[in-house]
Structures are given as structure tokens and as C-alpha cells.
């Protein structure tokens, strides 16, 4: 399984992103997938994740009522809405997958940096 993910960048306090991971993989609609966030100096942190057939979801109290994770298995991807972003938000964004049942997550994207300025 390849995760590519995509749409970090600069953006002002109050603002909104929307990250993409698109994965390469047959049976995408089999996956859980996540969004984590690393900050500098910080562990990695598990942001949001999504069931494989998207009728569960999970948000980090940080974010709730700020972040929208959503799935299109059609498409193999899943998305990140930010909005309300704030310059805590800084941090490189990885997605990740793991198959049913599994306890740890097993692929990583690469990584998309959101810097979010005051």
C-alpha cells in the first residue's frame, strides 16, 4: 500500500486546508484510515480516523468542530477539512492506513506540512 498525501501549505489563523491521501491499493474500501500530525518537538499524534466504509469517525478533542475527515473509496482517497485553523495546528499531517483488525497502523504516507501563521 503507497499513500500520497497532498494539499499542506501556509495559511493565517482563521483560515482553512483541505489534505488529501490518495492510496494505492485494490481494496481501499477495506481500510481504516487516519490522519496524524507530528509538531516539531512533539510525538506524533493521531488526529482523526475513519472506518473503512466511513460510518464511524474519531477526532482528537483539539479539533472536534474544526476538522472533517471524510473518505471517497470510489476514488481511493480520504480528506482532512480544516477550518478554524490555529498556529497550534503546526505540524506535518501523515496519513495512514491499517486493514481490519489490525492494532497498529501498518502504511504511512509521507508526510504534508501545514505551518499556520498568527
Known amino acids: 500500500v503507497q499513500l500520497q498525501a497532498s494539499g499542506g501549505g501556509l495559511v493565517q489563523a482563521g483560515g482553512s486546508l483541505r489534505l488529501s491521501c490518495a492510496a494505492s491499493?485494490?481494496?481501499?474500501?477495506?481500510?481504516?484510515m487516519a490522519w496524524f500530525r507530528q509538531a516539531p518537538g512533539k510525538e506524533r499524534e493521531v488526529v482523526a480516523h475513519?472506518?473503512?466504509?466511513?460510518?464511524?469517525?474519531y477526532y482528537t478533542d483539539s479539533i472536534k468542530g474544526r476538522f472533517t475527515i471524510s473518505r471517497d473509496n470510489a476514488k481511493n482517497t480520504v480528506h482532512l477539512q480544516m477550518n478554524s485553523l490555529k498556529p497550534e495546528d503546526t505540524a506535518v499531517y501523515y496519513c495512514?492506513?491499517?486493514?481490519?483488525?489490525?492494532?497498529?497502523?501498518?502504511?504511512w504516507g509521507q508526510g504534508t506540512q501545514v505551518t499556520v501563521s498568527s
Open positions: 475513519i472506518r473503512w466504509d466511513g460510518s464511524f469517525t
Open positions: 495512514a492506513a491499517k486493514t481490519m483488525g489490525a492494532t497498529k497502523w501498518q502504511f
Open positions: 491499493v485494490r481494496t481501499f474500501s477495506s481500510y481504516y
